[in-house]
């Protein structure tokens, strides 16, 4: 079962690397992945040490453990996404004003030589 394991973590990592060569994927967000994908690798080459883990910060299952830093990741990045999407909208609404504002003169210099003729 580790090899499957390992078979993931290394198609993963190749994955992302293909994206953010071919430049889907910009190369500072790919970074979280890649780490991911290296504990994967890490914990599927050595299983005992998410044991070893477990047993250092108190956590009596070990899978739990697991669970919990993926729970972690996943927070984090979606805490992350939010963050860019906040960035976006008011970048958008600032672009909307500006494409508005750019209308209004438009629109009143073609009244004005409209009224000249």
């Not at 956590?59 to 984090?76: G, K, M, Q, T």
């Not at 600032?94 to 209004?104: E, G, M, T």
């Amino acid at each position: 079962m580790n090899i499957f394991y390992i078979v993931i973590g290394i198609v993963l990592f190749i994955y992302i690397l293909g994206m953010v060569i071919k430049g889907t994927f910009d190369i500072y967000e790919s970074m979280f992945w890649i780490v991911g994908t290296i504990i994967i690798l890490i914990l599927s080459i050595f299983p005992n040490l998410i044991i070893w883990l477990a047993g250092l910060i108190g956590i009596e299952y070990a899978p739990s453990l697991l669970f919990l830093l993926v729970a972690v990741f996943l927070l984090f990045v979606n805490f992350r996404n939010t963050q860019k999407i906040v960035k976006q909208k008011e970048r958008i609404l600032s672009l909307a004003q500006d494409v508005a504002i750019l209308k209004y003169e438009v629109e009143n210099n073609k009244k004005e030589e409209n009224n000249e003729k």
